[in-house]
């Protein structure tokens, strides 16, 4: 695929976050795709993405996230923005970086960098 439609489905993705469904999200990966954050491990395999999706946004009430920069090159996708997020009445307004490597207008990897200690605590006040 182009870089152009690689760069229209990671926009889709980034929309399709703030519906809060881990289906939906975990259905733009490929069958075995990898999703890494970085402050923690790497996750193979859309069921199980879909897994930590659901686990991850569990408590979230609310979450819209605004893209700084975005540039395609061939299969890759950089995403720089701000994750604005909600859990009832905890927030946090999360920069974050999202390189995504697309195969055949699918994820294949999604490595996101961000400090972690930023979103914990945002999440704990």
């Known amino acids: 695929m182009s870089a152009k439609s690689n760069e229209a489905v990671i926009r889709e993705f980034i929309e399709a976050w703030s519906r809060l469904d881990p289906i939906e999200l975990a259905s733009f990966f490929c069958p075995d795709g990898v999703y890494h954050n970085m402050p923690t491990g790497p996750v193979a395999g859309r069921e199980n993405i879909e897994q930590m999706i659901r686990g991850f946004i569990a408590t979230w009430t609310e979450t819209s996230w605004e893209i700084l920069h975005l ?19 905890k927030s946090v307004d999360l920069p974050c970086t999202g390189v995504f490597e697309m195969e055949d207008g699918k994820i294949k990897v999604w490595r996101d960098y961000f400090d972690l200690g930023v979103y914990l605590r945002g999440m704990a006040s």
């Open 71 to 89: 540039l395609a090159d061939g299969d890759v996708v950089t995403a720089e923005r701000v994750d604005h997020t909600k859990a009832g009445d």
